[in-house]
């Protein structure tokens, strides 16, 4: 009478353990499918309005750029380099300027002169006593007596102032040549240096300046693009 009680008891309590196991097995099954349920939930209910809001058209034409993309900021430009200058300039000649004029100056030049010769005798004492030495000597042989005497005297007077005239005749003549210098003031032309035209060469273009003095050198000073002179 005991043993089959006993193998009752304990079918029933395997039966009571196999009911309490399988309904363990369910409500652990059906917890995690409300679990899932519940976390899904949300993520409906929130992309729903949004689905509905858009219509046909307007989904169409929007385009819907995705979060994970940067928005493009535009750059602001960069500054330009700042250009650079030579130093110095390159000449490529240089070109005297003349001004033409007129100015006073004295000329001289050199001319031949005749002029008498000094005179040593200027009374013509000489001829006078050699002409009326002469002028006897005839006057003496012309005539006798008295009349010899007076052509001796008239001789010697004709003589005296023959030779006095033939004198004075060879003193005239005689003269001498010689130079003299002769100076006058005449305008004449005259051509001077004013300036100097200087072509040159900076950065890359050319250009003419006018300078005082001539430049020394093959280069003039410059500074941000201009010449320094």
């Keep these: 009478m005991k043993q089959p009680l006993l193998i009752a008891g304990l079918?029933?309590?395997?039966?009571?353990?196999?009911?309490?196991?399988?309904?363990?097995i369910q409500a652990l099954k059906s917890s995690k499918a409300e679990t899932a349920a519940v976390a899904s939930a949300p993520l409906a209910q929130a992309s729903a309005p949004a689905v509905q809001a858009l219509a046909p058209s307007a989904a169409s034409t929007v385009a819907v750029q995705p979060a994970s993309q940067?928005?493009?900021?535009?750059?602001a430009p960069a500054a330009p380099p700042k250009p650079v200058h030579a130093t110095h300039a390159r000449i490529l000649s240089v070109t005297p300027i003349r001004e033409a004029g007129?100015?006073?100056?004295?000329?001289?030049?050199?001319?031949?002169?005749?002029?008498?010769?000094?005179v040593q005798d200027e009374n013509r004492i000489a001829g006078s006593v050699i002409g009326g030495?002469?002028?006897?000597?005839?006057?003496?042989?012309?005539?006798?007596?008295?009349?010899?005497?007076?052509?001796?005297?008239?001789?010697?007077?004709a003589g005296g102032y023959a030779g006095n005239r033939v004198q004075e005749g060879m003193q005239q003549r005689d003269q001498v040549t010689g130079t003299r210098t002769v100076c006058n003031t005449e305008d004449v032309?005259?051509?001077?240096?004013?300036?100097?035209?200087?072509?040159?060469?900076?950065?890359?273009?050319?250009?003419?300046?006018?300078?005082?003095?001539?430049p020394k050198g093959k280069t003039?000073?410059?500074?941000?693009?201009k010449l320094l002179v």
Aim: charged share 15%; glycine share 20%; proline share 4%.
């Design 11 to 24: 079918l029933g309590g395997g039966i009571a353990l196999g009911a309490v196991g399988v309904a363990g």
């Design 220 to 225: 003039l000073p410059a500074k941000d693009g």
């Design 133 to 157: 030495v002469v002028g006897g000597l005839l006057g003496n042989q012309v005539g006798g007596g008295n009349g010899k005497k007076a052509a001796t005297v008239i001789g010697a007077l």
């Design 70 to 75: 940067p928005v493009a900021v535009a750059a």
């Design 102 to 118: 007129t100015e006073p100056k004295q000329v001289c030049h050199q001319e031949q002169v005749v002029h008498q010769a000094p």
């Design 189 to 214: 032309k005259t051509e001077k240096i004013v300036g100097y035209n200087v072509r040159y060469s900076l950065d890359g273009k050319t250009g003419t300046v006018r300078m005082d003095q001539k």
